[in-house]
């Protein structure tokens, strides 16, 4: 069953949620008029105030990428969706932009007096990849609250142990001292991995640090993530993936894998914005519970629900029973807003082309939802997708199996204007 169809009156207060046939009928009899199409929404041609609205509750299961977001009325979830962050692509954006800036510098200003401690950052700052799963779930919050009766939030407040992840057995002095106790970094990773190069074996020789999992793609700076490798294995390992670089070595990639230990960036994030996101809901002076990462999996799995991230949300909390009435979320993907980088690079840094100003060519942007049908030439048929523009009218479609290019503005009738989001439907159950 698909979700059910959110309902304003005609002035857009929210009413109660009504199954898809009947907002067809509203439709196809001229008393309603599509309002939005992700999430779909229709809006009355007439006001209802005296009509009575049952109470909704909108339930979180905050990500490091995937938040998973339900609506649920009593104990039937009528609605599911799943916000997909972008926190990684804005951290390579600003590692990009820092290395510009610092090119153009060194370029320009070569004898300007270096700048420091002069930058202060206040209470409670984030970086930009975190701020952004915080500042993105609260736009839907805000959104839902506007398209339905939402009376309360529930959050999955859950916090991570990263020690105990690590090392299930951990305790004691132990837990207090962690993995580096007495060593500095490279001794311990002297000690860790024999003195020898871990792709080779050379010893007696120059060691250096080395990224498993390689940091333009990605990787960290944990310890877990560092191993020492001779220069020659360094050099030609460069940044490629552990797994590509020893396809042809299995038996050396599992020893490799198996003495380092997955990161714990995720964790990490979700440790970091727990509160943060907490405050925000808090100021929006509904009632916020909260529920703990266990209590999630005790309920999903006593009622017997596949793990899912919307299906976590609606098993946030003491519930008794559910009743889901939907096996369609909406899926959202975070896009952003485009750039305002005028000149565009290459994978080495080097312009290669130049960005125009104008933004809205014969009446579409980048990222609109478009419907395109082809009746004639070599790309016939019936498209619908994100769109990129071409002063020259000549567009490309992103649709969910590849990419069209191509299709003349003529055909395209948007859909959805852009608001920094992609759309699709998962079925699932």
Known sequence: ?????????????????????????????????????????????????????????????PGSQVTGIAVVQGTKVIFGA?????????????????????????????????????????????????????????TWVNRFRRLAPIARIAQELVRFDLQLIQNPEISGIEYQQGELQGYEVREYLLEKWNRKCAYCGAENLPLELEHIHPRSKGGTDRVSNLTLACHSCNQSKSNRDIRDFLSGKPSLLNRILKQSQSPLKDAAAVNLTRWALFNALKQTGLPVATG????????????????????????????????????????????GHGTRQMCGTDKFGFPKRHRSRVQIHQG????????????????????????LCRASGSFDITTQSGRVSGISHRYCQPIHKRDGYAYAFAHTL
């Open 364 to 387: 579409f942007r980048t990222g609109d939802i478009v419907t395109a049908i082809v009746t004639k030439g070599k790309k016939i048929g019936s498209y619908v997708g994100r769109v």
């Open 82 to 138: 799943e916000l997909e962050h972008r926190g990684q692509q804005i951290k390579d954006a600003l590692l990009s932009r820092r290395q510009l800036r610092r090119s153009r510098r060194n370029r320009k200003t070569r004898y300007r007096q270096a700048r420091f401690l002069n930058r202060t950052r206040p209470k409670g700052w984030l970086p930009p990849s975190l701020q952004h799963r915080v500042d993105t779930t609260m």
């Open 1 to 61: 069953m698909s979700n059910f169809i959110f309902v304003l009156d005609t002035n857009k207060r929210p009413l109660d949620r009504v199954h898809p046939g009947k907002a067809r009928r509203l439709l196809s009899t001229g008393n309603a008029a599509v309002f939005r199409r992700y999430p779909f929404t229709i809006i009355l041609k007439q006001a209802y105030p005296e009509i009575p609205v049952q109470d909704l509750e909108l339930k979180l299961d």
């Open 292 to 335: 703990t990462g266990g209590q999630t999996k005790f309920n999903r799995t006593r009622l017997n629900l596949p793990k899912t991230h919307w299906l976590d949300a609606a098993s946030v909390g003491k519930i008794d029973s559910l009743k889901v009435l939907t096996t369609n979320p909406l899926l959202i993907a975070a896009k």
